[in-house]
């Protein structure tokens, strides 16, 4: 079974500067995809980034970086230089193998921009 | 690009009736949709996979007879609330996923608000 662990219930940060939201996930299989999705107020899910277990670099999508430590088992998200837009839910993600399969979720942070 | 969308974005209905909600992949074909679920303030939860011309696969305590999937065509997958209750209140949500765009990304329709008086 796959398990996403998302610690940080809530963050502030100030505009204009980085934050880390915090992801451990667990599993058996060699071959799965970390995701990370953004959820504002109106409820929609905006993909953001994806890392694949077997990548050898960390993925990058303008502001947005993903800290990928495989042996500690952990998928940060960095976003840098926050704007007031930032503002949601954001969700730690993981499937099996390549991405196309359904997607376990971890429970969540809520981040809040501050001007 | 890959559109998913949703209708009704937000529904009420009576205890007792039923609902469909219907996702759609507006540029693609998706073989395969999921479904959730996300009560307030919680995490989604993965309800059943949708897969087009087959029986949906459903999650572990999630009621096949109450919640019923049909994936018709390659752009259409309904989930239909049967004798709705207000406990079934709930923000549903579809996606899809396209391996020939390349990317590895899951579509996410709006969602469905759903709430039973």
């Not at chain 1, 730690?92 to 376990?104: D, E, F, H, P």
Request: with cysteine; proline share 4%.
């Amino acid at each position: 079974a796959q398990k996403i662990t998302q610690t940080q219930p809530g963050m502030f940060v100030q505009e204009k500067e980085a934050v880390t939201l915090d992801c451990t996930y667990d599993t058996s299989d060699p071959s799965y995809g970390l995701f990370w999705y953004k959820q504002p107020s109106s409820g929609e899910m905006i993909f953001l980034i994806y890392q694949g277990s077997y990548d050898q670099q960390n993925a990058t999508e303008g502001r947005y970086s993903l800290n990928f430590q495989k042996a500690r088992k952990s998928a940060n998200l960095v976003i840098s230089a926050s704007q007031l837009g930032d503002s949601a839910m954001y969700f730690c993600a993981m499937t099996k193998g390549g991405g196309y399969q359904k997607v376990t979720f971890g429970i969540g942070t809520k981040l809040q921009v501050i001007p | 690009g890959a559109v998913v969308s949703q209708h009704p974005s937000w529904v009420i209905c009576k205890s007792g009736t039923s609902v469909k909600i219907e996702c759609r992949s507006l540029d693609f074909q998706a073989t395969t949709m999921f479904w959730y679920r996300q009560f307030p303030k919680q995490s989604l939860m993965l309800m059943a996979t949708s897969n087009e011309g087959s029986k949906a696969t459903y999650e572990q305590g999630v009621e096949k007879d109450k919640f019923l999937i049909n994936h018709a065509s390659l752009t259409l997958s309904t989930l239909t609330v049967t004798s709705a209750h207000p406990e079934d209140s709930s923000f549903y949500i579809c996606s899809a996923s396209n391996p020939r765009l390349g990317t590895y990304e899951q579509y996410f329709g709006p969602g469905t608000r759903l709430t039973v008086t």
